[in-house]
C-alpha cells in the first residue's frame, strides 16, 4: 500500500477487520517490521488522538517516529507555485517534501481544509503533493475532505459494540460555533458504506448536503427524529456547508439550530442507541454532558481504537516497503 486515503486503499474490508482485532489482541505481534524503519508525522494543525495513537501504533511496530509540527518551529512554508515568496514564508513545500522523504521511510501527513476553495480543497493538494515529491507511503491523518483512520476506528468499534447484524447507523449533523471541515462525516460515509452490513442513514439541515461520492446509498433523512428512530448507533458530527447545492456557501456556518444538539429526548428516539464521536467535541453545542457520560456513550471505545486503526495500515505499509 503506497497510499492510504480512501476505504479501497485496504483492499477487502473483511480481511482488514480481521486483521485489526488481530492486532488488539497481540499488539507487539508485528514489532520486527519496523525495525530500523522510520516514521515522520507532518502536523499543519492540532491534535490530541491523531497524535498520540499514531506515535503509539508506530512504536508498538518496532518504528522510530519523528514528528515536525509545520507551525510551530518550522520555516512556514508556501504551498502555492508561481507566489513571490517576499511574504513570512521561506520555504515552499515542494524542496520541503522531498527533503523530509530524505529522512524517513513513511510520511503521515495532517493538513486540513482551508474552507475557501471548495475546488483546492477536494484536490486534496496538499496531500498530493507529499504522494508525488516525497518518495514515501504516504498516509492521511486528517486532511483537507477525509480522515481515514478515524472512520476505521469507528467501523472496528461499531463492529466490537453492536448487538443485531445490520445496525442502523446514523450519522447527523450538530450545531458548532466555528466552521468545521467535512473530513469527518466525508470518510465516515464512506467507510459505512464500504461495509456489508451496516444501514447508514444521514441526518443534517437541508443546505448541508455532503459531496455525493461520499454519501453514495446512503438514504437521507432532513427530519433528525424521523432519522433517529430505531437507531442503534448515532454519530454525531458538525461539518461546515459543504457547498454542495450552492457552491457560495462552501466553508460557511449557514444554520446554527441548537435543537440538532444530541440531548437525552434525541437519544431517546433511539433502539437504546450508542453515542459515537470522534472528539474533541464541544459539550452542549454537539452533545449534552448527560449523554457524553452515559454508559451509552462510546467516545473513548472510539478512541482508544485509534491506534488500532493506525497499526493495520502502518503494517501494510510496512510490508510494502
Ligand atoms: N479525532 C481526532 O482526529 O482527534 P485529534 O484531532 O485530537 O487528532
Not at 520555516?75 to 513545500?93: A, N, P
Not at 455525493?212 to 427530519?223: Q, T
Not at 464541544?282 to 452515559?294: M, W
Request: glycine share 4%; net charge negative; hydrophobic share 40%.
Amino acid at each position: 500500500m503506497k497510499s492510504f486515503i480512501n476505504v479501497e486503499d485496504l483492499g477487502p474490508l473483511d480481511k482488514a477487520m480481521a486483521e485489526a482485532f488481530e492486532i488488539k489482541n497481540d499488539r507487539f505481534k508485528y514489532q520486527h517490521l519496523g525495525k530500523n524503519k522510520t516514521l515522520m508525522m507532518i502536523f499543519f494543525n492540532n491534535s490530541l488522538r491523531t497524535r498520540l495513537s499514531t506515535q503509539k501504533a508506530a512504536m508498538n511496530l518496532g518504528m522510530n517516529v519523528i514528528v515536525l509540527d509545520v507551525n510551530a518551529g518550522a520555516w512556514k512554508l508556501e504551498t502555492e507555485r508561481g507566489v513571490i515568496m517576499d511574504g513570512d514564508k521561506s520555504e515552499h513545500l515542494l524542496e520541503a517534501i522531498p527533503v523530509m522523504g530524505c529522512y524517513c521511510d513513511m510520511i503521515g501527513v495532517r493538513s486540513f481544509a482551508g474552507l475557501t476553495d471548495r475546488e483546492y480543497d477536494y484536490a486534496e493538494t496538499v496531500l498530493q503533493q507529499f504522494i508525488k515529491y516525497s518518495g514515501r507511503p504516504v498516509f492521511a491523518m486528517e486532511t483537507a475532505t477525509v480522515h481515514p483512520l478515524q472512520a476505521f476506528a469507528d467501523l472496528i468499534t461499531i463492529e466490537e459494540h453492536k448487538v443485531v447484524e445490520r445496525p442502523k447507523v446514523v450519522l447527523t449533523w450538530a450545531p458548532h460555533c466555528r466552521a468545521l471541515p467535512q473530513a469527518v462525516p466525508n470518510s465516515f460515509a464512506q467507510w459505512m458504506n464500504a461495509a456489508p452490513d451496516v444501514d447508514l442513514v444521514i441526518t443534517h439541515p437541508e443546505g448541508y448536503e455532503l459531496d455525493p461520492k461520499f454519501v453514495g446509498n446512503a438514504r437521507v433523512e432532513y427530519d433528525q427524529k424521523k432519522a433517529f428512530e430505531g437507531a442503534d448507533f448515532i454519530y454525531a458530527k458538525n461539518w461546515s456547508n459543504p457547498g454542495v447545492t450552492n457552491p457560495a456557501d462552501y466553508g460557511k456556518i449557514t444554520c446554527n439550530d441548537m435543537s440538532w444538539t444530541v440531548d437525552t429526548e434525541h437519544m431517546s428516539w433511539t433502539n437504546n442507541g450508542k453515542f459515537m464521536h470522534c472528539l474533541p467535541v464541544r459539550r452542549n453545542l454537539i452533545v449534552t454532558d448527560d449523554v457524553i457520560e452515559s454508559p451509552n456513550s462510546l467516545v473513548i471505545p472510539e478512541a482508544a481504537n485509534r491506534e488500532i486503526s493506525c497499526s493495520v495500515v502502518i503494517k501494510r505499509m510496512l510490508e510494502n516497503l
